[in-house]
């Protein structure tokens, strides 16, 4: 079995974190990590940036509030509207 | 399928008066078209059209899911619409921009090919990512770099790696194939690491 190289390593560590890779792939990238740490950091640090990103998107997304002004507006909106109805 | 059953059916779930709805679901359907539009106004306007779309079809509600549910179904169409608006004016396939210039951080030829240039070797990074205040930082220096970013890539970027949308629904909103999705993000998330590397853990 002929190992990927690091830049291929670093195409098959993105799409891993997108999808399941074929067993040959996953084994080659896994066999290869495992030897090389350069592209070890590469897919933990890109993991990490995702984790810490995501974690913090949430959070954000958990306190989205409408403005008061954007509030009123939809009320209003929709009374004038089911008035028509 | 019987009368009965269809009744039993359409009973499942009730809509309560349209008037209610900004109190119970408006920040919710908010966030939910934030995590697609970062503008606030767009997401607004996202959320005002789900509302009026829902009053209007308001008689055609099955009952088979909840109030809420129903309401971002309604939500996630108009978040299509708007995008496949935006992507007539910008598309975003162009495979031609996108061949895969990222070579510069391995030797390109020789026995070493694909490997790592000395330079390039991806050093430890020394940070607590369980700190608080290293997560603030990072928050900060993520959006910084997204900024620096080519429009489309930050795009996909944001939209997979930070609002944690499906990789099949983003291709699907954006109207990008599978491959060029993979090949942008490989992209985005190699940029995104060095511009973290160099201002968050560098600084």
């Given at each position: 079995m002929v190992l990927p190289t690091c830049r291929e390593v670093s195409h098959l560590t993105s799409q891993a974190m997108d999808e399941r890779l074929p067993l040959a792939k996953r084994l080659g990238m896994r066999l290869h990590l495992m030897m090389c740490v350069w592209c070890r950091r590469n897919s933990e640090q890109l993991q990490l940036v995702r984790d810490l990103a995501r974690k913090q998107s949430a959070s954000q997304t958990k306190e989205a509030?409408?403005?008061?002004?954007?509030?009123?507006?939809?009320s209003n909106l929709l009374e004038q509207n089911d008035d028509k109805s | 399928m019987s009368e009965s059953e269809k009744d039993s059916m359409s009973n499942g779930y009730l809509l309560t008066d349209p008037k209610e709805w900004v109190t119970k679901h408006g920040d919710a359907l908010f966030g939910f078209a934030l995590r697609y539009v970062s503008d606030r106004t767009v997401a607004e306007d996202l959320v005002q059209e789900c509302l009026l779309g829902a009053l209007k079809?308001?008689?055609?509600?099955?009952?088979?899911?909840?109030?809420?549910?129903?309401?971002?179904?309604?939500?996630?169409?108009?978040?299509?619409?708007?995008?496949?608006?935006?992507?007539?004016?910008?598309?975003?396939?162009e495979p031609d921009q996108l061949s895969d210039n990222d070579d510069t951080d391995?030797?390109?030829a020789g026995p070493d090919a694909g490997t790592w240039h000395l330079n390039r070797r991806p050093a430890p990074w020394s940070v607590d990512p369980n700190d608080p205040v290293e997560?603030?930082?990072?928050?900060?220096?993520?959006?910084?770099?997204?900024?620096?970013?080519?429009?489309?890539?930050?795009?996909?970027?944001?939209?997979?790696?930070?609002?944690?949308?499906?990789?099949?629904?983003?291709?699907?909103?954006?109207?990008?194939?599978?491959?060029?999705?993979?090949?942008?993000?490989h992209r985005a998330r190699k940029l995104m690491r060095h511009c973290l590397e160099k201002n968050w853990i560098g600084a």
């Open positions: 509030k409408l403005s008061n002004d954007a509030r009123d507006r939809l | 079809a308001r008689t055609s509600f099955s009952g088979s899911s909840s109030e809420r549910t129903w309401l971002i179904g309604i939500l996630k169409n108009k978040v299509m619409d708007h995008f496949r608006k935006s992507s007539r004016e910008t598309p975003l396939n391995y030797i390109s997560q603030k930082q990072f928050w900060e220096h993520l959006k910084r770099c997204l900024e620096s970013l080519d429009q489309r890539l930050a795009k996909v970027y944001n939209m997979r790696d930070v609002q944690e949308i499906e990789y099949d629904e983003v291709c699907n909103v954006l109207a990008v194939t599978p491959t060029n999705l993979r090949v942008m993000l």
